[in-house]
C-alpha cells in the first residue's frame, strides 16, 4: 500500500478534509467522536466517501460511514486494519412487525383536484383524456395582498400567477357534519376539504362511516402550510375560541378522528413537498405493527396566498411556462396546486 495511504495516512487525510471542506480547525477535531458530531452531515458524507473511493481506486459505499463512524475507526477499516463494525438494523428477518411484508389493500379512495376533478372516476377520465389542471389564479383569490402601496404592487405583479386551483375553495357543507356556521367559518379549508374527501373514500370503500366509530382508525395527513391560520390571525379583534382549533395543523388530521370517532393514531404530517408520501408510508406502518387495523392516508394542499409562491419565484424555482416538464429539457421550474386526496 502506498505509505500515504496506510491507516496514518488515511487518518491525516481525513482531518485535512475535516479542516478543508467541513471548516473545522484542528483542535476542534476529536478523532474518536462520531463524523455527525464533527458537523458531517448526509450530503457531506456522499461527497467525502466519492473522494475517498477515488483516492483509493475501489468503490465505497456511504454505508461505510454509519458502520466506521469515527476517523480513527474509518482510517483502520480502509487501510485493511481490523475494527468492529457497528451492526446495521436488520430491517427484513425475523418476525418482528417492521420485517413483515404482508400486502395492503387498498378499498377506498376519494380526490378534489383542479379542473373540476371529483372522484377516482373522474380522475381516470381527467388522466385518459389528456386534460390540465393548470390556470391563474382565481380573482379575488390575491387582492386583500393589494395594498395599494407601489411596493407591494410590483412585488404581486411579478409574482408567478400559474397554479393548479380548486374551482371553489370556500365551499363546504357544514350541515352535514353538524358544524356551526361560527366555526366552520373559522375552519381552515384544508380540513372541511379532507371532511368531505374522507366521507366520499369510504362510501366508494362501500363502508358506512359510523361503522368505523370507536375503531382502531388511524389518520396519516400530510399538509405543510397553514396560510388560513395566519390570515384569520392577522385580525385580533377577530379571534375567537374557534381560531385556534381552526388554524392549527395539528387538527387537521385530528377533525377527522375526532369527526369519525376513530381511534388510532391521528398524525399531521409536515416534511414538505414528501408530506403525502410519508404519511402513506407511516399508514402501513401502523397497519404492520397492528397500531391501526384500518388507516387513512391523505393529503391536502390550498393556495391561499402569494407568499410562498413569491418565496419561490425569488429562489427562480417556479416556472414561467405554467409547466412541470419533469426529465425534460425543457424544464423551467415547477407549478404549485391545492387539491386533497384519501386513501382507505
Not at 414538505?272 to 397500531?291: D, I, K, N, P, T
Request: with cysteine.
Amino acid at each position: 500500500m502506498n505509505p500515504e495511504l496506510d491507516e496514518d495516512g488515511l487518518r491525516s487525510w481525513l482531518v485535512d478534509y475535516l479542516v478543508t471542506t467541513i471548516g473545522l480547525s484542528p483542535d476542534e477535531i476529536d478523532c474518536d467522536a462520531p463524523l455527525n458530531d464533527l458537523a458531517v452531515g448526509s450530503a457531506d458524507a456522499v461527497v467525502m466517501i466519492g473522494e475517498l473511493s477515488e483516492l483509493l481506486g475501489r468503490q465505497l459505499s456511504p454505508v461505510d460511514l454509519w458502520q466506521y463512524p469515527t476517523v480513527n475507526a474509518l482510517a483502520t477499516y480502509l487501510s485493511g486494519g481490523e475494527v468492529e463494525p457497528i451492526a446495521l438494523p436488520d430491517l427484513t428477518d425475523g418476525r418482528g412487525a417492521i420485517g413483515e411484508r404482508e400486502p395492503i389493500a387498498v378499498i377506498g379512495l376519494g380526490c378534489r383536484y383542479p379542473g373540476g376533478v371529483q372522484g377516482p372516476d373522474a380522475l381516470w377520465e381527467f388522466l385518459v383524456e389528456g386534460n390540465c389542471g393548470i390556470g391563474t389564479v382565481p380573482p379575488g383569490r390575491w387582492d386583500r395582498f393589494q395594498d395599494g402601496s407601489a411596493e407591494d404592487s410590483a412585488a404581486l405583479a411579478t409574482t408567478t400567477r400559474w397554479g393548479g386551483f380548486l374551482d371553489d375553495v370556500a365551499a363546504f357543507d357544514a350541515e352535514f357534519f353538524e358544524i356551526p356556521a361560527g366555526e366552520a367559518g373559522k375552519m381552515d379549508p384544508q380540513q372541511r376539504l379532507l371532511l368531505e374527501v374522507t366521507q366520499e373514500a369510504l362510501e366508494h370503500a362501500g363502508m358506512a362511516p359510523q361503522s368505523l366509530r370507536h375503531t382502531q382508525t388511524g389518520v396519516f395527513a400530510g399538509a405543510c402550510l397553514g396560510e388560513y391560520g395566519y390570515l384569520a390571525a392577522s385580525d385580533l379583534s377577530a379571534v375567537d375560541a374557534w381560531s385556534g382549533t381552526g388554524g392549527a395543523m395539528s387538527i387537521i388530521a385530528n377533525r377527522l378522528s375526532y369527526y369519525f370517532d376513530f381511534r388510532g393514531p391521528s398524525v399531521t404530517v409536515d416534511t414538505a413537498c414528501s408530506s403525502s408520501l410519508v404519511a402513506v408510508h407511516l399508514a402501513c406502518q401502523s397497519l404492520r405493527s397492528g397500531e391501526s387495523d384500518t388507516a387513512l392516508a391523505a393529503g391536502v394542499n390550498v393556495l391561499l396566498t402569494p407568499a410562498p409562491t413569491r418565496s419561490f419565484d425569488v429562489a427562480e424555482a417556479m416556472s414561467r411556462s405554467g409547466g412541470c416538464h419533469s426529465f425534460d429539457a425543457s424544464a423551467d421550474g415547477f407549478v404549485r396546486s391545492e387539491g386533497a386526496g384519501v386513501v382507505e
